[in-house]
Structures are given as structure tokens and as C-alpha cells.
């Protein structure tokens, strides 16, 4: 099988979905510090965000159904996300105690790494460790790795017994 090119539909879909988790952390921040409900933020980010020119920065495009499910499924799903986070995180080191960016980081990928087996645990963690890298350069990133591995290892550890491919 070929690897697919810019512009073809896979690529395009891979990078759309990227686009979906990137403005599902924004929106979990803006909801944690803004107080707003996920209707309310769903509404805000697909009418004025997702895809738009933002004080001069274009912000990607997004697949809107994965952007809601993800979305709406960490708030669906926040007891199950926040404990089994708390649980990957070290000692002492509580998800309330964790800066709110990071934080978004790990509900969502804890989210998409239990409900959405659709898509390879590897790539879920690639894939949040990109969204990271967006907003930081130090240890933030080796942070978002390592915890979305282990609850990688924690939700889906038939994906990592397997020999790799």
C-alpha cells in the first residue's frame, strides 16, 4: 500500500482530526476558565474558531463530528477521565494541581484513548503530544507522553502485548 499523498482524502482526514483535538483542548480551557457549558462552547468554536483567520493567525480546519464527539464525550465521561488520570499521574501530583492547558491535554486524550478504539492507541498519544507541542517546548510534552502512555497501557494494553507491526 502507498503512502498517501498531500492533498489525498487520508491525509486530509488525519490532518482535519488533528485540527478536531487541537480546538477540543482550546475549548476545555476556555471552559474550565470561562465557565462555560460544552453546548455553549461547541456553538463558540464552530461558528467563530475552527478554520477561521484569528488576529492574523489561521486556525485549522477540524472534522466537526470528531471535535463534538471528543468534546462532548469528556464532558460526558469526566468522572471516568479525571480519576483515571489522577490515577496515571505520580504521587502527590493531583489533575487539579496540573496547569490547565495540560490538563485539557489529558482529558482528552484520555477520552479518545477509552472510547474511541478506532483509532491506534499510539496515534491517539502522537497525536496529543503534537497538540503539546503547539502550546510548549519543555517538559510539558515528556509529561503529556509518558502519562497518555501508561493510560494507553492502562485502557488498551491488547495493543501494546501484540508485537509491533
Keep these: 500500500m502507498s503512502r498517501p499523498e498531500s492533498g489525498r482524502p487520508e491525509s486530509n482526514r488525519a490532518e482535519m482530526r488533528r485540527g478536531a483535538r487541537l480546538s477540543v483542548v482550546q475549548a476545555l ?7 462555560r457549558g460544552v453546548v455553549e462552547a461547541m456553538a463558540e468554536f464552530e461558528a467563530f474558531w475552527i478554520g477561521k483567520l484569528v488576529e492574523d493567525i489561521e486556525l485549522p ?11 462532548g464525550g469528556v464532558v460526558r465521561e469526566q468522572r471516568l477521565v479525571d480519576r483515571s488520570v489522577d490515577e496515571a499521574l505520580a504521587s502527590g501530583w493531583p489533575l487539579k494541581r496540573i496547569e490547565a492547558v495540560v490538563r485539557a491535554i489529558f482529558r482528552a486524550g484520555a477520552y479518545e484513548l477509552a472510547f474511541r478504539k478506532d483509532v491506534p492507541a499510539r496515534a491517539v498519544i502522537s497525536e496529543y503530544v503534537a497538540v503539546a507541542r503547539a502550546f510548549y517546548e519543555g517538559e510539558e510534552i515528556g509529561m503529556v507522553n509518558a502519562v497518555l502512555d501508561k493510560l494507553a497501557r492502562d485502557f488498551r494494553s491488547d495493543e501494546f502485548d501484540a508485537p509491533a507491526a
Excluded: P, S
Aim: no cysteine; proline share 0%.
Design 29 to 35: 480551557y476556555e471552559m474550565e476558565i470561562g465557565g
Design 61 to 71: 480546519k477540524a472534522e466537526i463530528a470528531f471535535f463534538r464527539d471528543l468534546l
